[in-house]
C-alpha cells in the first residue's frame, strides 16, 4: 500500500513505529523530522539525541548527547540530564519508500533491534 502510494505521488514515504507506550506521538513526529525535514537517513533519524516534557508539566528530560544539554541542566534547574541513549525515550524505527523496490530503514540504537533486507 505504502509502495503504490509512493510511485503514484513520485515521492519518498515514511513508516514510523516505536516498542514504548510512553511519548509515541512525540517520538514519531521526532523520527519522521528528522527523515523528512532534515533529510537524515533513517538509521540517523531514529538515532538523534531526544529530550520530553516529564509528567509534572515543567521539567524537560533531555539526553546528554542533546546538544547544549549540559550547560541547559546547569543553568536551568528544570532540566533532567538523562545518559545518551537512554531507554525511557522510547525505541524507534523507521521505513523510506522511496518508489518500487527502493527501500531505506532504520533501528533505534536504544533497542536490539536491527533492519535486514530479505527479497
Known sequence: MLEQRARARAQARVAVGHQTLQRL????????????????????AVAR??????????TVAMEADF????????????????????PSFGHAHALVIDGPGKWRAGADPRSDGSVE???
Open 117 to 119: 533486507y530479505v527479497n
Open 25 to 44: 506521538q512525540r517520538l514519531d513526529r521526532h523520527a519522521a523530522v528528522g527523515v523528512s525535514e532534515l533529510r537524515l537517513e533513517p538509521a540517523e
Open 67 to 86: 546538544p547544549n544539554a549540559a550547560q541547559l541542566s546547569r543553568s536551568d534547574r528544570h532540566v533532567r540530564l538523562m545518559p545518551a541513549r537512554h
Open 49 to 58: 539525541p531526544r529530550m520530553a516534557i516529564l509528567p509534572d508539566g515543567v
